[in-house]
């Protein structure tokens, strides 16, 4: 057998490439260890903690949010199994939908764990340790990532659980600690708080969500404390000493200092995920790795001709969308075409309630780079919309050039936030101001006409506050 593309791993970024290839006229195959298709994101991530938050949103609104509506239903009642294969069924079709669209493109797959065995020479060794060698032009690495493991915790995904145990659990834990206050630690956090379970979250830093903007972070945490959570910033888990009753965490300042002993059922290890490399043979052919990641130039070239790299295994934000991107461009290279991803417009969102969505430059980031910038920004409470919705936590910041008015960022608390920054990201791309986006009109009453509100509010000259 021999292709012009082998793509190793079928997560958002494997897949895409493997079907933009395709659709390129490129023969593609792709290779896969796990039995199903759509890697970490449609398995064990994006796909089922999104089934699992909605779910136990509309738990939350059932139990808080209709009452005041006029709507009497009683104190709601959990079928934790029901809203488990809610979240499986989810992720089946989802998974199947991905091996359909790779049959429907023509797309090869093997499933069997891949190694490169020279540039150009991909073996496959299936479960029944018999191997395949496929001959390939080029070779494209898309192999992930895996949750980073805690030195001196030791994971056994039933009390001490990565996001993917926390994703698993057979019932609600009575408390949950979350070593972590990063998106899947907010995000799962949040899951088991609204089905009933006390969550603590320890923090080594002395905010939550770092790298996304200050403000929006101070006024999350507020929000998640009314919501139950309690932090522990500044503070650094040093052991985990399970009992029969569950885990006894000795939780210490990360500074120094005295150390204090939490009680958990269930401890969530969420502190960050590395990129998967593992049994690639990456090594023995010459690829070289920085902190674990492949090392790749501008055209997601490794440092061996003919092996490419992208996604959560390469620099840059570990996102699904950040991966599809890539797929995408690096197929577009290598049939030819001029295949380039924009990194200063990739949106980034925290699916809880409410949302924070994130595109472009924080206000830290532009004050540490010396721009002149201004900034407008626009409350919900003042949104009629917001209002009609029971919605009005939250705010948008725009950020634009003091000189040009080009907007550099947006940063969104609110309900529908994963929603709302797209407008934005869309003027990014194409340059625009935010005069370009005060001007577009806005249909009333929507969440949206916040967005338009901040980007008024940049020339001081918003309508409704
Ligand atoms: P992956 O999706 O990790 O896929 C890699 C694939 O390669 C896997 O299927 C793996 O089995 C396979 N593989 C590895 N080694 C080999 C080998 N040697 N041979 C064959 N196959 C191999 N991102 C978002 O943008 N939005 C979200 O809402 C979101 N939610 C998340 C929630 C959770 C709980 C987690 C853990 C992650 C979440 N992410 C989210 C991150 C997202 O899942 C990753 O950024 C994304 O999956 C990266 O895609 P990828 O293609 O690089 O790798
Ligand atoms: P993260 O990088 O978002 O957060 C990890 C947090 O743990 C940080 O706040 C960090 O300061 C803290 N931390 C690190 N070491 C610590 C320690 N020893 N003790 C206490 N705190 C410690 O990582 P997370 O939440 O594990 O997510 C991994 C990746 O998955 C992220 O890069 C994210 O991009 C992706 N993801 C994206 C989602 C989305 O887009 N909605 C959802 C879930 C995951």
């Not at 195959?29 to 994006?46: D, H, M, P, Q, Y």
Request: glycine share 12%; proline share 3%.
């Amino acid at each position: 057998m021999s292709y012009d593309l082998v793509v190793i791993g079928s997560g958002p970024g494997g897949y895409v490439c493997a079907i933009r290839a395709a659709q390129l006229g490129l023969k593609t195959a792709i290779v896969e260890k796990r039995s199903t298709f759509g890697g970490t994101c449609l398995n064990i991530g994006c796909i089922p903690s999104k089934a699992l938050l909605h779910a136990s949103e509309m738990f939350e609104e059932a139990g808080h949010g209709l009452e005041a509506l006029g709507i009497k239903v009683g104190a709601p009642k959990l079928d934790l199994p029901t809203m488990m294969k809610h979240k499986q069924d989810t992720v089946d079709a989802n998974v199947q939908g991905v091996a359909f669209l790779l049959k429907k493109n023509k797309v090869d797959s093997f499933i069997g764990t891949g190694s490169i065995a020279a540039a150009g020479k991909v073996l496959v060794t299936k479960a029944d340790g018999s191997t395949e060698t496929i001959d390939t032009k080029n070779i494209v690495v898309a192999t992930g990532s895996d949750s980073a493991p805690l030195p001196g915790v030791t994971i056994d995904e039933k009390t001490v659980v990565t996001s993917t145990g926390a994703l698993e659990l057979n019932k609600v834990p009575g408390k949950l600690l979350v070593i972590g206050a990063g998106v899947i630690g907010l995000e799962l956090g949040s899951v088991w708080g609204r089905l009933g379970a006390e969550v603590t979250v320890v923090e080594y830093l002395d905010r939550i969500l770092p790298g996304m903007d200050d403000e929006v972070a101070k006024q999350f945490q507020r929000i998640l404390s009314k919501q139950g959570f309690k932090f522990h910033l500044g503070s650094k888990v040093t052991k985990v000493e399970l009992d029969k009753a569950g885990a006894k965490v000795t939780v210490e300042p990360s500074a120094g200092g005295g150390a204090q002993t939490l009680e958990a059922d269930i401890v969530l290890v969420a502190i960050g995920r590395r990129p998967y490399t593992e049994g690639l043979g990456l090594e023995t052919v010459g690829v070289t790795l920085e902190r674990g990641r492949i090392v790749i130039d501008d055209h997601f070239k490794s440092t061996v001709p003919g092996i490419y790299a992208i996604g959560d295994v390469v620099r840059g934000p570990m996102l699904a969308h950040k991966a599809e991107d890539e797929g995408v461009a690096v197929a577009e290279i290598i049939a030819g075409h001029a295949g380039h991803v924009n990194y200063g417009v990739i949106p980034g969102v925290v699916y809880t309630q409410p949302e924070i969505a994130t595109v472009g430059k924080t206000e830290e980031e532009l004050k540490a780079a010396n721009v002149a910038y201004t900034v407008g920004k626009f409350p919900f409470t003042a949104n009629g919309r917001a209002r009609a919705m029971r919605s009005t936590d939250g705010f948008v910041k725009v950020l634009a050039d003091a000189a040009t008015d080009r907007v550099l960022g947006c940063h969104i608390i609110g309900k529908g936030a994963g929603d709302l920054i797209h407008e934005v990201a869309v003027l990014m791309e194409f340059g625009g101001s935010s005069e370009d986006l005060a001007r577009t009109c806005h249909a009333h009453p929507t969440m949206s006409e916040a967005v338009k509100e901040a980007a008024l509010g940049v020339e001081k000259r918003s309508i409704h506050i």
